[in-house]
């Protein structure tokens, strides 16, 4: 507890040979979509204390002050919901943390919620920073997904189409970004994971084990119109509600898919 609380305060910084490799960015999201926040880092063999990962929001005009902790990573444990605005929302992408990855995602992301956020990786005696930008827009514009919500029946085992096909219009200026999101809750109100990620031009996959090399765009175009993905050798798991949401500012539009899977 005294070491957790000492990192909290941000005691004694070195430098040390840990590298944050993903660049300083902006990332754009229109209100009540995921926001993918990346950290990926590199060790070295002289960073030898225990892992601690911490993500915080910032303030000040210069980023000086630390307003909050959004999540912590320590001693092989995850601690999130600090703050009230984003209990349930934030989440580590990946279930190997060590490996690398300490990106998160903010689901339902609010207005609210635009800001700075800083990735801090500590291994003693190494320390490394980043810092994400997320700006947080209120429009709609007239983006469309043309594929109708419908439900995708497979067996055990198969490989399971689920379309999304989507239709721009000459207003949507910003870059195009797609995911697709596993729903939960009564109503499908709650987004439980994401599932594949396409921004800035790159696929993100592989966000959880049991979903791992299986899931796949099916177009090489993707700006074309074609979100499509597949699921290979489907597994009972895999049975419940997926969105596909598609944004290109400031256009939003989405679509669920069911998919059942029988034995």
């Known amino acids: 507890m005294v070491r957790l609380l000492g990192f909290l305060c941000g005691v004694a910084d070195f430098t040390g040979s840990l ?8 990332v754009q999201k229109a209100k009540g979509e995921t926001a993918y926040l990346p950290c990926k880092f590199s060790l070295s063999p002289e960073d030898q204390g225990p892992l601690d990962i911490e993500w915080l929001r910032l303030s000040g005009p210069d980023n000086e002050k630390v307003d909050r902790v959004i999540i ?6 995850i601690y999130y919901d600090f703050c009230e605005d984003l209990k349930g929302r934030v989440h580590f992408t990946s279930n190997d943390i ?10 339902d992301v609010q207005l609210s919620d635009a800001g700075t ?3 801090r990786v500590k291994k003693a005696p190494s320390v490394a920073n980043r810092n994400l930008q997320l700006t947080v827009t209120d429009f709609t514009g007239s983006l469309t997904v ?11 085992g198969e490989t399971a189409y689920l379309p999304c096909k989507f239709s721009l219009s000459p207003e949507d200026q910003g870059p195009l970004d797609i995911e697709w999101l596993r729903l939960s809750g009564p109503d499908n109100e709650k987004v439980d994971r994401v599932i594949i990620l396409y921004s800035v031009d790159k696929i993100y996959y592989d966000f959880y084990q049991d979903l791992k090399g299986r899931v796949h765009f099916t177009s090489d175009d993707i700006k074309s ?7 290979t050798d489907v597994q009972l798991s895999d049975t419940g509600t997926s969105q596909c949401r598609v944004r ?3 256009g939003v539009a989405k679509s669920n898919l069911q998919l059942t899977v029988f034995n």
């Open 117 to 119: 956020y800083r990735c």
């Open 146 to 156: 043309t594929t109708p919500e419908q439900t995708v029946q497979k067996a055990k």
């Open 19 to 26: 590298a944050v490799t993903t660049p300083e960015q902006t």
């Open 248 to 250: 290109k500012a400031p």
């Open 72 to 77: 912590l990573y320590s001693v092989d444990k």
């Open 98 to 107: 060590k490996s690398g990855d300490a990106s998160i995602t903010v689901t």
């Open 225 to 231: 119109g074609d979100a499509s993905i597949s699921i």
